[in-house]
């Protein structure tokens, strides 16, 4: 799987704020514990599944990957641009906690 920087998945798709309670992101990231936002995000996924990312952790390490994830998600990004198809889009490595 390809690696891409943060700052290059930031300018490449552009997530877009959600305008409700967390400002994780600056108001970004949907958490997915809270219903709104988790609302939010599965209504642009059902829009366009290829602009919905998962920020994770896995093992000590954060990511975000592309896709509506279930297992160890923290929460999700919309992103204005559609990543091509879930198989190939970058891994976003954020470091360890």
Sequence with gaps: MAR?????WLRTY???PH???SQSFDGCLCDSLDEDEK????RAYRADPRTVWTFMEMDGR??????????NRL???VC?????NEWDAPEVPLGRF
């Design 75 to 77: 929460g999700y990004f």
């Design 19 to 21: 305008g409700l309670t």
């Design 14 to 16: 552009q997530p877009k």
């Design 62 to 71: 954060l990511f975000i990957v592309a896709g509506w994830g279930l297992v």
């Design 80 to 84: 204005a641009h559609p990543f091509v």
């Design 39 to 42: 609302q939010w995000a599965h």
């Design 4 to 8: 891409m920087t943060f700052n290059r």
